[in-house]
């Protein structure tokens, strides 16, 4: 099911790869690129290696602050009025 968070959120696009998205890792706290590097009992995928726990390196443009929809990171800005 596709989360529409509402008006005025976009999904941030990885500063390190720029074809994955921010997530919240599983847990909380630390947020990561969807494209993440992983290996697991054999198997890998992934290629990116962006990772932080600072929501300050999240780049984001002038007027967005970053905000968590349902566990889901996205820049906010407020639609002008
Ligand atoms: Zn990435």
Do not use: Y
Not at 30 to 38: D, G, H, I, Y
Not at 46 to 68: Q, W
Not at 74 to 81: E, Q, V
Request: proline share 10%; hydrophobic share 30%; glycine share 12%.
């Amino acid at each position: 099911m596709a989360l529409n968070p509402g008006p005025g959120h976009r999904r941030i696009p990885c500063p390190l790869c720029a074809n994955g998205i921010i997530r919240m890792a599983s847990g909380g706290g630390t947020l990561q690129c969807s494209n993440l590097k992983w290996k697991h009992s054999g198997f890998s995928g992934g290629h990116c290696t962006f990772t932080t726990r600072d929501r300050n390196s999240i780049p984001l443009k002038p007027g967005e602050r970053l905000v968590i929809r349902d566990f889901s990171p996205f820049a906010f800005a407020r639609p002008a009025d």
